[in-house]
Nanobody
């Protein structure tokens, strides 16, 4: 059973930064891709950033230039550095890991951007 546990969410003012972390219970390099998603109230879950085993990281348009996805294979962790946060970034953020037809998700961490 693969477990993913997020941490680092919280309340931040507009223009501020947060760093989310996700601890994975298995060798992170064993997944084809690891990702961050988010779900705002009343909206569908959406992809924020993707980090494939091989190849380039990709970002949603709203995340490009503000967010950075990273991973530490030695620690089996993945992070999402979020800068210049705005109220519209308020959501529950989820990390996920994917291999073949298997998808694994964390429980989510709340990010609230408000003055």
């Amino acid at each position: 059973q693969v477990q993913l546990v997020e941490s680092g969410g919280g309340l931040v003012r507009p223009g501020g930064s947060l760093r989310l972390s996700c601890s994975v219970s298995r060798n992170i390099f064993g997944f084809e891709t690891v990702e961050w998603h988010r779900q705002a109230p009343g909206k569908q879950r959406e992809l924020v950033a993707s980090f494939p085993r091989y190849g380039s990281r990709t970002y949603a348009a709203f995340a490009e230039g503000r967010f950075l996805i990273s991973r530490d294979v030695s620690q089996n962790t993945m992070d999402l550095q979020m800068n210049d946060l705005q109220p519209e970034d308020t959501a529950v953020y989820y990390c996920s890991a994917h291999v073949g037809t298997s998808d694994y998700w964390g429980q989510g961490t709340q990010v609230t951007v408000s003055s």
